[in-house]
């Protein structure tokens, strides 16, 4: 499955931004979907995910509170809502696909990623 995120950009502190992820090439409703971010000489850090189902999903503990998943499957798109927004929070952000049974938080059980897109929040 290919992968397209975008609608990342500059915002202040306490602002939003609003993410999407298109997906293409096969069926997206078989996969799980994951939100990943990093910033340079780190670790891609898992963000949160959501079930081929849309029922479950799971938060790092860091944007419990501040963000949301969701998706459509109709659309082929999985959405990142991102409120409350904190300088902590810059680093480009990856879409990923999974077709395990269960979601998965480990960036290297994902199969299939996106490119990438850059979220800087300002102080």
């Known amino acids: 499955v290919q992968l397209q995120a975008f609608g990342g950009g500059l915002v202040q502190a306490g602002g939003s931004l609003r993410l999407s992820c298109a997906a293409s090439?096969?069926?997206?409703?078989?996969?799980?979907m994951g939100w990943f971010r990093q910033n340079p000489g780190k670790e891609r850090e898992f963000v949160a995910a959501?079930?081929?189902?849309?029922?479950?999903?799971y938060f790092a503990e860091s944007v419990k509170g501040r963000f949301t998943i969701s998706r459509e499957n109709n659309k082929n798109t999985v959405f990142l809502q991102m409120n409350s927004l904190k300088p902590e929070d810059t680093a480009v952000y990856y879409c990923?696909?999974?077709?395990?049974?269960?979601?998965?938080?480990?960036?290297?059980?994902?199969?299939?990623w996106g490119q990438g897109t850059l979220v800087t929040v300002s102080s």
């Open positions: 990923a696909a999974d077709n395990a049974p269960n979601i998965a938080v480990r960036a290297a059980l994902y199969d299939y």
């Open positions: 090439g096969r069926t997206f409703s078989n996969y799980n």
């Open positions: 959501i079930s081929w189902s849309g029922l479950n999903t």
